[in-house]
Every structure is written in structure tokens, then in C-alpha cells.
């Protein structure tokens, strides 16, 4: 057998694109960043950023997380605390013409988190935006003028994962503050999957889905009305029966 001789195959890179959702004003958004430098210098695009020869991909994704949000992954080691975003890898992106510098990979991931704050731009971004994942998606008149790389399709395949993990797992609480009420879950689906409840029905199947809600012990009036009852996330990550998506 031959020696394996490095030199035999082409060198590339291996990048990180994250996919930030968040709940904001009652709509699904996700986090963009106008690049500062070529290629694709103006456009909008998701934040990542390549991988150092020292890290592996979980904690390239973490550091980008912490770069572009100031927020940090949630540790798996410690499940069931509120420690962080809640970050899984997405999809793995390898076609030879995506980007123009060379070849270059990406793995994606996916990062959900409770309403943010306006987000701050760094590295080679020179502005950043939270931005309702549809304008994001259907993109101005011109097609050229959409997200930079192949981020519409990344982007896509991230919304589609959060829109199919919640019915079927906890997820929609991450997108929650530690204590929340059942109309603020409510809204959080509403957002995710783009259409409305009836509200009755959905308090009736999640306090009746055992272990996705516990109650917090208190009430609250920040929402406008009578006070509602505050839960936590319980211990499920499975739900049954799912919260299925209503076909639209």
C-alpha cells in the first residue's frame, strides 16, 4: 500500500454558518450581518466565520455564537438549567462553487434563543440585523441582491428543523425566558410555524402533555389582563403526544 501523501489531494476550508432564531414582536426572525469585505462585499448574510486549526466544530460554533450575540452555548453536560442558547449542529454544505475564494465547507448550525437585544456586528461584518426569517427568504425583486452564499438555503433548512423539532420536543420553550405563560408559548408556535391557535386548544394539549410544563408558582400581567399563571420548562424532551403542525 502506498504512503498517504497529503499533497496528493487539493487543500480547503471548513467554515461555521449559524442559523440565530429568535421571537420577535410576535414574529420568527433570524440574525443577519451585511459583509464588510469581499466576496459578496454589501450583502446580507448569516453570521460564522472558519474553523481555527485548533477547535473543533462545536466550539468554532460556540465562539462565533459568543462573537456575533454575546451569547453562550448552552452546556449538554448540564441539562435542564437555563446556562445558555440552545446550539445543535444543522447540515453539513460541501458544493464546489459556493464559495468564490476557494473550496470551502460548511457546517451549519442552529441556535434558538428568547427575544435578543439589537445585535452588535464583528469580525467582517459591518452591520447586523434581527430580520423576519420571510423577508429573508423571499429576498428583494432581484435575486442577486438575496443572501450572500448559499445562506437562503442554509437559512431554510434551519427555519424547517425548528418548525419540525417543535412538535415533537420541547424546543419551543428555548425560545422562552426561564419563566413564561402559556400564551407566550402560544405565541412562540404561532411564530415558528406561521399561524394561528386557537388558544384554548393549545393550553389544553401542553398542560396536558406530561412533563413539558411545570408550574413556576407565580402569576403575571405583563402581557395586558387578568394575571397568568407563570410554568418552567419540565423535564421532557419528547413530547407526547406531539404538538402537531396545523396543515395550512
Known amino acids: 500500500m502506498s504512503p498517504y501523501d497529503p499533497s496528493a489531494f487539493p487543500p480547503f476550508a471548513v467554515t461555521v454558518d449559524l442559523v440565530v432564531l429568535t421571537v420577535r414582536r ?13 466576496p459578496f462585499q454589501g450583502r446580507w448574510a448569516l453570521p460564522g466565520g472558519f474553523v481555527r486549526a485548533d477547535e473543533d466544530l462545536g466550539a468554532a460554533a460556540a465562539r462565533e455564537l459568543a462573537e456575533e450575540t454575546g451569547l453562550c452555548a448552552q452546556d449538554a453536560a448540564v441539562p435542564g438549567v437555563d446556562n445558555g442558547a440552545h446550539l445543535e449542529q444543522l447540515a453539513t454544505y460541501g458544493d464546489p462553487q459556493r464559495d468564490p475564494r476557494m473550496r470551502v465547507v460548511s457546517v451549519a448550525h442552529l441556535v434558538l ?12 461584518a459591518n452591520s447586523a440585523r ?4 420571510d423577508e429573508l427568504l423571499e429576498g428583494p425583486d432581484q435575486p442577486s441582491a438575496g443572501l450572500a452564499f448559499d445562506h437562503a438555503r442554509i437559512l431554510a433548512d434551519g427555519v ?62 405583563r402581557q395586558g389582563g387578568r ?19 396545523p396543515e395550512v
Open 227 to 245: 394575571p397568568a399563571q407563570l410554568f418552567r420548562a419540565g423535564g421532557a424532551t419528547l413530547l407526547n403526544p406531539p404538538m402537531l403542525r
Open 113 to 124: 434563543a428568547p427575544d435578543l437585544p439589537a445585535p452588535r456586528a464583528g469580525g467582517d
Open 130 to 133: 434581527w430580520a423576519p426569517v
Open 26 to 38: 410576535h414574529a420568527l426572525c433570524a440574525l443577519a450581518v451585511r459583509r464588510g469585505e469581499q
Open 160 to 221: 424547517e428543523r425548528a418548525r419540525s423539532k417543535i412538535e415533537y420536543s420541547s424546543l419551543a420553550t428555548a425560545f422562552c425566558p426561564p419563566e413564561f405563560t402559556v400564551g407566550e408559548l402560544r405565541r412562540v408556535y404561532e411564530a415558528v410555524w406561521g399561524v394561528a391557535l386557537d388558544p384554548r386548544n393549545f393550553h389544553r394539549k401542553v398542560t396536558g402533555t406530561p412533563g413539558f410544563l411545570v408550574p413556576a408558582g407565580g402569576t403575571t400581567t
